[in-house]
């Protein structure tokens, strides 16, 4: 999928603040969602909920053949309410968020010479376990490619060396990476958004 406008990052970011107010809320959603080809096109999309700079949900959908704008819906409502790490959020959380949306490109298999730690977000799977670490994880970490790839194991509940098993699949992805921080900082044009590497 190629790189969205600001615009069009905007209006991801406005989609998830509305769907997750309304969820936290305790509201339907009875909006209809904004028209726009680029959006509707098919992508997996991450929704990171930050309170005051820490963690307070994460809920994602790889490789998905939805549009990207029913995507970043579902995934805003689900990090909100159904991270199983966290408590829903409550209402009076809700002005201390701040939302950052992952856009994801296709998968593709990957070798461990070939991650690239701040560029790849990676998916482990073997038979029906997976784990899923976003690019930005291991970048905010510090670790090593070998940490990464542990730390994927340890997310899918395999052993922290399975990424070396034959029968275990080691796949990456990049993101395209925006919050609504991006968007309120002082400037004359709206920051622009971080990159793991083009989409």
Same mark, same amino acid.
């Given at each position: 999928?190629?790189?969205?406008? %600001?615009?069009? /990052?905007?209006?991801?970011?406005? $989609? =998830? ?5 309304? =969820? ?5 959603? +009875? @909006?209809?969602l904004p ?42 409502? =689900?990090?909100?309410?159904e991270d ?15 939302? @950052? ?5 296709? $998968? !593709?298999?990957?070798?461990? %010479? /070939? ?6 977000? +990676? ?5 029906? /376990? ?5 690019? /930005? ?8 490619? @070998?940490? !990464? ?17 034959? %029968? ?12 609504? $921080?991006? !968007? ?16």
């Amino acid at each position: 999928m190629s790189s969205l406008v %600001d615009r069009e /990052q905007q209006t991801l970011l406005e $989609l =998830a603040r509305r769907v997750l107010t309304a =969820a936290v809320e305790c509201r339907e959603f +009875l @909006e209809s969602l904004p028209v726009n080809e680029i959006l509707q096109r098919p992508a997996g999309a991450f929704v990171t909920l930050r309170r005051r700079g820490r963690l307070r949900g994460c809920i994602g959908q790889v490789s998905s053949g939805d549009p990207l704008i029913q995507v970043v819906a579902h995934c805003a409502r =689900a990090a909100a309410l159904e991270d199983p790490r966290f408590e829903p959020v409550r209402p009076h959380e809700l002005p201390e968020l701040d939302i @950052e949306v992952s856009v994801l490109s296709m $998968l !593709f298999e990957i070798t461990s %010479d /070939q991650i690239e730690v701040g560029r790849h977000g +990676l998916l482990i799977s073997r038979e029906w /376990q997976r784990g899923v670490l976003l690019p /930005q994880v291991a970048a905010e970490f510090g670790w090593p490619v @070998e940490k !990464f790839l542990e730390e994927t194991c340890t997310k899918a509940g395999l052993a922290r060396d399975a990424w070396k098993h034959p %029968d275990t699949r080691v796949e990456a992805f990049t993101a395209e990476i925006f919050s609504e $921080l991006d !968007f309120r900082r002082p400037s004359k044009a709206p920051v622009k958004p971080r990159y793991s590497s083009s989409t």
